[in-house]
């Protein structure tokens, strides 16, 4: 008996993964569950306020103790600060490892408009999220650690900082914003062709080695609890985990092709489309060590909104790692 629910149990789930591959990303449908009623034709101009207009009063000092946080994590939260009821962050990045220049730098997801795009519809928990939401995720994700208190001086001091930011961007028009998010490689590439590790390794030695490291050590910081000069992406549990946004192929090349490496933007990039691809998939190939995600198994629910990039083994086929994502995207 025991051997029948056994099996019977396996066929359920061999049964939920094959129809999940099945069930392909549709991005009308996350646009209609996104839709927050906000509606123009226009672009609105990306600008990035002056930090000497900070205010100097209380508000002031919250909008820089939140810069501090964001420009120095490590040194606040990470986890080697003396007071361990501070050690949050469970590696030693800081949060503009990824949003660049303290959050400024356009289409390296900026946090300039993010405080009007919030509450807002997340595919990965298939709920209206949050902007603390977003911000504990990325603290669980990227930051390989755990949630800050929603009540916490730490929290609000982010979201006074987002708020500084976001003066002047209409409540829910963030997505009309030019230099928001990031910006997308050549989707008709990705859809036909797969990424290749291989390529993408000799891209990595040529352009990231010398930073990153040959073995995704990065270069840290002399110091206790003073983070990296450039942070590691593999082979530790000092860098983000793979529920991370970094973990995924195709968002780690939109990152990569306007952001990487220092110095490149959208309109100058250094590296093609190609080779953001392929280096991406190489950074993250399933050789290279990561640590987990408690849990993960339970993002993106709902298949029909489920990152076409998101790969979880036996339950994602390899071309959810590195494509081609062709029979993955509708």
């Known amino acids: 008996m025991k051997k029948v629910i056994v099996i019977a149990t396996l066929s359920a789930l061999c049964a939920s993964f094959l129809s ?63 007071d361990p009821k501070m050690r949050f962050a469970g590696n030693n990045n800081q949060c503009q490892n990824c949003h660049l220049d303290a959050g400024t730098k356009a289409y390296s997801a900026p946090f300039v408009g993010v405080f009007a795009a919030f509450p807002q519809y997340r595919p990965r928990e298939n709920t209206i999220g949050t902007l603390a939401d977003r911000i504990n995720g990325c603290m669980e994700r990227s930051m390989n650690g755990y949630k800050l208190p929603v009540d916490s001086k730490e929290m609000k001091a982010m979201e006074a900082y987002m708020f500084w930011l976001s003066q002047g961007v209409p409540v829910g028009g963030a997505n009309a914003l030019e230099g928001r998010g990031l910006a997308k490689i050549d989707r008709k590439m990705i859809k036909k062709q ?110 029909v909104v489920k990152a076409p990039d998101v790969y979880r083994p036996s339950i994602e086929l390899k071309e959810h790692q590195v494509g081609p994502f062709g029979k993955i995207i509708k």
């Open 194 to 303: 797969a990424a290749d590790p291989e390529k993408g390794k000799v891209v990595y030695e040529q352009q990231c080695a010398a930073c990153h490291g040959m073995n995704g050590e990065g270069i840290k910081n002399e110091g206790k609890a003073n983070g990296y000069m450039y942070p590691a992406l593999w082979g530790t549990d000092d860098t983000y985990n793979k529920g991370a946004g970094m973990y995924r192929v195709l968002k780690a090349a939109d990152f990569i092709k306007s952001n990487m490496p220092l110095g490149a933007t959208k309109e100058a990039p250094i590296l093609t489309d190609e080779e953001a691809y392929n280096v991406a998939a190489y950074i993250n190939m399933d050789s290279h060590y990561r640590p987990e995600k408690i849990n993960r198994v339970n993002d993106f629910p709902d298949d």
């Open 20 to 82: 999940a591959n099945e069930v392909q990303f549709d991005a009308k449908v996350l646009k209609e569950r996104s839709n927050n009623g906000y509606k123009t034709d226009a672009k609105l101009e990306y600008k990035v306020p002056d930090v000497n207009t900070i205010p100097n009063n209380q508000f002031g000092d919250l909008v820089k103790y939140g810069r501090e946080l964001i420009v120095h994590t490590s040194k606040y939260i990470g986890p080697e600060v003396d």
